[in-house]
């Protein structure tokens, strides 16, 4: 793995990660980010279906809790999760938590570390950390570490213990990654703890530098965790003591603005997580990413408006006055709605003919209205699942996409303005 950077402009890094996979000869590009999978598949999507997505990442991520049930079968099968789940063309990341589900706190101790299955808790020795590394066989992967310091209330001292296990099990797995053949050709990304504490995260970042790791994984920055203002701070001080030349991966950060901001604090790679929350909400992602819009379309915003009673509204916000029952049941869905999105159980949808998002060439808008996909999800058809995961996931890679082209350009500015406009012109 080698990482060529072409250019930094204000903390943002723009260049290549070449060299991966067992041959060596995959690439990608950076800012980036990974194919989000479950069990090696993407929700909702067969191998078939997701061959239609463009702009598809050439690192796919592979959650351990997923895995960690299937050891005896992939340990029998002999041949790694690449062939056990038909994901032959692309590299394997393999992560120890899934971004997308709760990890219950309060379960991590000095020879330990909890994962959570369908099943329930499954504790990991180092050991069997590496055995299910082994029966895996992905191309990198990240180390065993404490990130249980997500909690605002968070000692001092605990944080400490955390930045102290974090390395102690980095230690023990690179030692036992050594000693495992079926690991030869894998990489390993140690992970940066600290909670909020900026001398526990520099410390930790410093430490975790000296080791013989290929990357560095980014934790306990999550949404919840800490206010933006807090993690672009500390994310710019750790970023500042990790070598150039080695990517540094964030995790569970994933909307578009806060995508942006990361980048800026010197990020170079993300998981794609958010695509499917979206989908899990039954909506859609909408959001401008042309950072070098046409003159005369300048004033027409990407974001779906419809006209209803001689009023403008935006795409999926709920007006004040709309009776209850003009929306679907909700529960289920993953997460509060964010402004990248439209809702498409709104009853505004019911006769809406357009597509889901004109102009763009997913498969899903190509094909398909706002009035099916309205339907589809008020009448909790499975297809609904595909044809929002086909959008969304093509949406948040050409985004990512443009952000790679707008830092070559020198357009991050104009991006960024796209991004976060709103309907009335504002930021």
């Given at each position: 793995?080698?990482?060529?950077l072409?250019?930094?402009?204000q903390?943002?890094?723009?260049g290549?990660?070449?060299g991966?996979?067992r041959?060596?000869?995959?690439?990608?590009q950076i800012?980036?980010?990974?194919?989000?999978?479950?069990?090696?598949s993407v929700?909702?999507l067969?191998?078939?279906?997701?061959?239609?997505v463009?702009?598809?990442?050439?690192?796919?991520?592979?959650?351990l809790?997923t895995l960690?049930?299937h050891?005896?079968?992939?340990?029998?099968?002999k041949e790694?999760?690449?062939k056990?789940?038909?994901?032959?063309?692309?590299?394997?990341?393999?992560?120890l938590?899934?971004?997308?589900?709760?990890?219950?706190?309060?379960?991590?101790?000095?020879k330990?570390?909890s994962?959570?299955g369908?099943?329930?808790?499954m504790e990991?020795?180092?050991?069997?950390?590496?055995?299910?590394?082994a029966a895996?066989q992905p191309?990198?992967?990240?180390?065993?570490?404490?990130?249980?310091t997500?909690?605002?209330?968070?000692?001092r001292?605990?944080?400490?213990?955390?930045v102290?296990?974090?390395?102690?099990?980095?230690d023990?797995?690179l030692q036992l990654?050594?000693?495992t053949?079926?690991?030869?050709?894998?990489?390993?990304?140690g992970v940066?703890?600290?909670?909020?504490?900026?001398?526990?995260?520099?410390?930790?970042?410093?430490?975790?530098?000296?080791r013989?790791?290929?990357?560095?994984?980014?934790?306990?920055?999550?949404?919840?965790?800490m206010s933006?203002?807090?993690r672009?701070?500390?994310?710019?001080a750790?970023?500042?003591?990790?070598?150039?030349d080695?990517?540094r991966?964030?995790?569970?950060?994933?909307?578009p603005?806060?995508?942006?901001e990361?980048v800026?604090a010197?990020?170079?790679?993300?998981?794609s997580?958010?695509?499917?929350?979206?989908?899990?909400?039954?909506c859609?992602?909408?959001?401008?990413?042309?950072?070098?819009?046409?003159?005369?379309?300048?004033?027409?915003?990407f974001t779906p408006?419809?006209?209803?009673?001689?009023?403008t509204?935006?795409?999926?916000v709920?007006?004040?006055?709309?009776?209850?029952?003009d929306?679907a049941?909700?529960?289920?869905?993953?997460?509060?709605?964010?402004?990248?999105?439209?809702?498409?159980?709104?009853?505004?949808?019911r006769e809406?003919f357009?597509?889901?998002v004109?102009?763009?060439?997913?498969?899903?808008c190509?094909n398909?209205?706002?009035?099916?996909?309205h339907?589809?999800?008020?009448t909790?058809?499975l297809?609904?699942?595909?044809?929002?995961m086909?959008?969304?996931?093509h949406h948040?890679?050409?985004?990512f996409?443009a952000?790679?082209?707008?830092?070559?350009?020198?357009?991050?500015?104009?991006?960024?303005r796209?991004?976060?406009?709103?309907?009335?012109?504002?930021?």
């Amino acid at each position: 793995m080698k990482l060529e950077l072409s250019r930094v402009v204000q903390g943002c890094r723009l260049g290549v990660l070449s060299g991966l996979g067992r041959q060596a000869d995959r690439s990608l590009q950076i800012p980036g980010c990974l194919l989000y999978t479950r069990c090696g598949s993407v929700p909702h999507l067969t191998h078939e279906t997701l061959s239609t997505v463009d702009s598809m990442p050439t690192v796919t991520q592979l959650t351990l809790p997923t895995l960690a049930e299937h050891q005896e079968v992939l340990e029998e099968f002999k041949e790694g999760a690449r062939k056990f789940t038909g994901l032959h063309d692309t590299v394997l990341y393999c992560s120890l938590h899934d971004p997308a589900a709760p990890s219950p706190a309060g379960y991590t101790t000095n020879k330990t570390v909890s994962v959570w299955g369908s099943g329930g808790r499954m504790e990991l020795t180092p050991s069997r950390f590496i055995a299910l590394q082994a029966a895996v066989q992905p191309d990198w992967y990240q180390s065993m570490a404490d990130g249980e310091t997500l909690q605002a209330d968070t000692s001092r001292k605990r944080v400490k213990k955390a930045v102290d296990r974090s390395l102690a099990f980095l230690d023990q797995c690179l030692q036992l990654h050594h000693q495992t053949q079926e690991l030869s050709h894998a990489e390993v990304f140690g992970v940066v703890e600290g909670g909020d504490i900026l001398e526990e995260r520099l410390r930790s970042a410093r430490e975790t530098a000296k080791r013989p790791v290929s990357g560095f994984v980014l934790d306990g920055f999550q949404v919840d965790a800490m206010s933006p203002e807090v993690r672009l701070n500390l994310l710019s001080a750790v970023t500042a003591e990790l070598p150039e030349d080695k990517p540094r991966l964030l995790q569970g950060v994933g909307r578009p603005d806060e995508v942006l901001e990361c980048v800026q604090a010197g990020v170079d790679l993300f998981e794609s997580f958010f695509p499917y929350q979206v989908t899990e909400r039954g909506c859609a992602l909408c959001f401008s990413y042309t950072y070098q819009p046409d003159p005369e379309t300048e004033g027409i915003e990407f974001t779906p408006v419809l006209e209803r009673n001689g009023a403008t509204e935006e795409a999926g916000v709920q007006k004040t006055g709309e009776k209850e029952g003009d929306k679907a049941d909700d529960t289920w869905a993953e997460g509060p709605m964010t402004q990248f999105e439209m809702d498409l159980k709104d009853a505004r949808y019911r006769e809406d003919f357009s597509p889901v998002v004109p102009g763009c060439s997913c498969y899903c808008c190509r094909n398909h209205t706002r009035a099916y996909l309205h339907h589809l999800l008020l009448t909790h058809e499975l297809l609904s699942g595909v044809l929002l995961m086909l959008h969304n996931m093509h949406h948040y890679f050409c985004f990512f996409q443009a952000l790679q082209g707008a830092l070559r350009h020198g357009q991050l500015h104009s991006l960024r303005r796209r991004v976060l406009q709103r309907r009335d012109g504002t930021s």
